[in-house]
């Protein structure tokens, strides 16, 4: 059993900054890709970071480009997703998920390992 938790979610106001918190127990983190999806009510789950087993490269959304960065501290079995120059259009539930391969993906098949969510909530 895999188990994700999410943390650091809030109300912010555009332009403004969150550092996600995603701890994973259950699996040898460091052998593994992460990743980070969100999900706003009434559209799909999307894609917006990656991060591979080590820590050495990573992938981002478009979207998100340039404004968040996703890293990983695997002797705390934790991964980050540090959030600047928000938008309210980033508003959204905040999944961690984990992969079975090396990563880095944007592929949501190939996590099968998912958190709660963190709601991120952006004002303008």
Known sequence: QVTLVESGGGLVQAGGSLRLSCVVSGRTFSNYGMGWFRQAPGKDREFVA????????????????GRFTVSRDNAKNTV??????????????????????????????????WGQGTQVTVSS
């Open 80 to 113: 980050y997703l540090e959030m600047n120059s928000l938008k309210p259009e980033d508003t959204a539930l905040y999944y961690c998920a984990a992969s079975y391969g090396l990563g880095p993906t944007p592929d949501v098949k190939v996590f099968d390992s």
């Open 50 to 65: 990656t991060i591979n087993y080590s820590g050495r490269s990573t992938l981002y959304a478009d979207s998100v480009k």
